[in-house]
């Protein structure tokens, strides 16, 4: 039950956080954006609606695979532990409990979240990386060069990746298989302390959201201890998740990154330490109701499959 519940869920919160992502991630990776409505501004002028939606179709596809492994990962987890600890799957958990079965969800998914989050980064980046590519040959031409005709910026520069199963098999011919696990050492140090701060603030809150005699909280209470969570989640994984996203960026044309280290100390020395925080509060509102929509839809799916075998 938990694992249908949770691959739900997790397709109810990508359909609504998804263009807040896209923004996170080129405010992230792109220096140029001064802020999160230039790059809103930006994104829009450019590639109007569809830009924020750029690498969406291989998310969908998995977040239910993904969400299902995280969330029954959790609960089979928390079972056994209760289980050698308290002789039942059952008992309440306690709080340490609780967080290294959070811990161990995030790590499991790492595995499958890699050449995912490896395709939807170059496909939200592409755009930028390619006239980025286009400005740099114009320089080196010299200041008397033509530039090229552009009578339709669509076309030109064309992008390098037509899609989702496109850049994974490109990205696998030019780089290896370790291309497409580019960042996972970041996204292992994101989502392990991440799931864990996750699935403790929403267990605590809704424990203090519960009304007397009940265990479970009321809608309100869920959608409330959902968002908050997400928010938690979010606020102690960007940077990490900064880390990650350039990272898994850099494939693009000349590399700059020789590992993590390098590109978390690279980065602060170029742009200060602010730069590990950047779409920090992008994230805590994006992450509030995608979090909401994800445990709402996850506990009504639980509370429908529980009375439909009972």
């Known amino acids: 039950m938990d694992f249908v519940a949770g691959a739900i869920g997790g397709v109810c919160g990508v359909a609504v956080g998804y263009p807040l992502d896209t923004v996170k991630v080129r405010i992230q990776t792109e220096p140029k954006y001064t802020g999160l409505w230039h790059c809103v501004r930006d994104t829009y002028h450019r590639e109007r609606v569809w830009g924020f939606y750029r690498g969406l179709s291989l ?6 695979l993904v969400s299902s492994v995280s969330f029954g990962t959790y609960r089979h987890c928390l079972a056994h532990i ?3 600890r308290y002789g039942s799957p059952d008992a309440k958990p ?45 320089s080196a031409s010299g200041p008397s060069a033509v530039p090229p005709m552009c009578p339709a910026p669509p076309a030109c520069p064309e992008p390098k990746y037509r899609g989702p199963l496109h ?32 699935f403790l603030s929403y267990a605590v809150l809704c424990e203090w959201l519960s009304s007397a005699g009940h265990s479970r909280p009321d809608v309100l209470g869920v959608l409330v201890a959902g968002g908050c969570a997400g928010v938690l989640a979010w606020a102690v994984a960007t940077p990490m998740d900064v880390i990650k996203s350039r990272l898994q960026a850099d494939g693009q044309g000349q590399r700059r990154y020789r590992g993590l280290l390098h590109c ?24 509030f109701p995608v979090n909401m929509v994800v445990f709402v839809a996850y506990e009504a799916v639980l509370r429908l499959t529980r009375g439909l075998l009972t």
């Open 167 to 198: 850049c994974l098999a490109t990205v696998a011919r030019e780089e290896g298989l370790r291309g497409l696990y580019k960042g996972s050492s970041a996204l292992l140090l994101r989502d392990g302390h991440s799931f864990a701060t996750y």
């Open 59 to 64: 998310p969908v596809c998995t977040v239910s």
């Open 82 to 84: 209760c289980q050698l």
């Open 94 to 138: 306690a709080k340490a409990d609780i967080t290294l079965s959070g811990c161990a969800s995030g790590l499991v998914r790492v595995f499958l979240t890699s050449p995912t989050e490896v395709a939807k980064v170059r496909l939200q980046t592409q755009t930028q990386t390619q006239a980025q590519k286009q400005q740099r040959r114009l």
């Open 264 to 287: 978390m100390v690279t980065s602060v020395r170029e742009e200060g330490p602010r730069v590990l925080f950047k779409g920090l509060v992008l994230n805590c509102c994006r992450a």
